[in-house]
Nanobody, 122 residues
Framework: QVQLVESGGGLVQAGGSLRLSCAAS????????MGWYRQAPGKQRDLVAA??????TYADSVKGRFTISRDYIKNTVYLQMNSLKPEDTAVYYC?????????????????WGRGTQVTVSS
């Protein structure tokens, strides 16, 4: 019921910057949290940053380098990534949590984007 479209990944040299975007659409009733996770090859998917209705959360490894922001009207979340390091290389996934309208009413949903590759070369 909720679709996520990510953009902004790519290849960048260490020290460079990238900006990821993720737009949520569909039968959205209310949005609780939007965020970004990442998964490197052979590793689990970990939280990078999240922005609930109040406050922001960052993984320790990205604090001071990444900034998450959200456009509440457009249901879009952004991740500005500065001072990128090779260890930031991963597939970045957008996550949306909230309530969506279904045929039987309103229900909680946890939706994921398809992922966008971020590669940082040394």
């Amino acid at each position: 019921q909720v679709q996520l479209v990510e953009s902004g990944g790519g290849l960048v040299q260490a020290g460079g910057s990238l900006r990821l975007s993720c737009a949520a659409s569909g039968s959205i009733f209310s949005t609780n949290t939007m965020g970004w996770y990442r998964q490197a090859p052979g590793k689990q998917r970990d939280l990078v940053a999240a922005i609930p209705s109040g406050g922001k959360t960052y993984a320790d490894s990205v604090k001071g380098r990444f900034t998450i922001s959200r456009d509440y009207i457009k249901n879009t979340v952004y991740l500005q990534m500065n001072s990128l390091k090779p260890e930031d290389t991963a597939v970045y996934y957008c996550n949306w949590r909230g309530k969506a309208v279904t045929t039987t009413g309103v229900a909680d949903f946890d939706s994921w984007g398809r992922g966008t590759q971020v590669t940082v070369s040394s």
